[in-house]
């Protein structure tokens, strides 16, 4: 059974930071890809980024291109997405999905496996 568990989320001031964690348990994850989703209160979630557990190779949204970075420690089994810049219009629960695979998938029906979330506030 795979577990998700997002951690690291809070109020943080515009153009303040913020790292977000991912900690995974139930599988080996080297044949997985991890993505990370946003939903703000009203909207779809959306798309943050998505890395490949072996390799490292990543895939941001243009929204967040240049500002967030994802990174991973295979002997945690956890995956970080550094979060810098941040923007009211980040405010959002955040949430990391995986899936078997390689392929760096952005919709959110592509991923079997869903943490609970972790609220981040960026305030004005």
């Known amino acids: 059974q795979v577990q998700l568990v997002e951690s690291g989320g809070g109020l943080v001031q515009a153009g303040g930071s913020l790292r977000l964690s991912c900690a995974a348990s139930?599988?080996?994850?080297?044949?997985?890809?991890m993505g990370w989703f946003r939903q703000a209160p009203g909207k779809e979630r959306e798309f943050v980024a998505a890395?490949?557990?072996?390799?490292?190779?990543?895939y941001y949204s243009d929204s967040v291109k240049g500002r967030f970075t994802l990174s991973r420690d295979n002997a945690k089994n956890t995956v970080y997405l550094q979060m810098n810049s941040l923007k009211p219009e980040d405010t959002a629960v955040y949430y990391c999905?995986?899936?078997?695979?390689?392929?760096?998938?952005?919709?959110?029906?592509?991923?079997?496996?869903w943490g609970q979330g972790t609220q981040v506030t960026v305030s004005s």
């Open positions: 139930g599988r080996t994850f080297t044949s997985y890809v």
């Open positions: 999905a995986s899936r078997r695979g390689s392929y760096l998938y952005t919709g959110e029906t592509e991923y079997d496996y």
């Open positions: 890395i490949r557990w072996s390799g490292g190779s990543t």
